[in-house]
């Protein structure tokens, strides 16, 4: 269940950053463009974080299931 929690704040800070990114292009402010495009690596990498999580609990189950 943490995998989902880390990939549904990947999003939100992906979808955050993204905003963020067009209010600097618009504006011209590139100060805040690069903070939008950090904050969507910064979503990404929750993301992946939350697969690695599923991944290995279920790495962890097929290894309890096989002893049990």
């Known amino acids: 269940m943490g995998g989902q929690r ?3 704040e990947g999003r ?5 950053g993204r905003v963020k ?16 495009q950090a904050d969507q690596t910064k979503g990404k990498a929750k993301q992946a974080k939350g ?4 991944a ?3 790495v962890k189950d097929s290894i309890n299931k096989a002893f049990d």
């Open 21 to 36: 990114e067009a209010a600097g292009d618009l504006t011209g402010n590139r100060e805040t463009e690069a903070e939008g």
């Open 6 to 8: 880390d990939r549904n």
């Open 56 to 58: 290995g609990e279920k």
């Open 12 to 16: 939100v800070d992906e979808a955050k």
């Open 51 to 54: 697969d690695l999580k599923d």
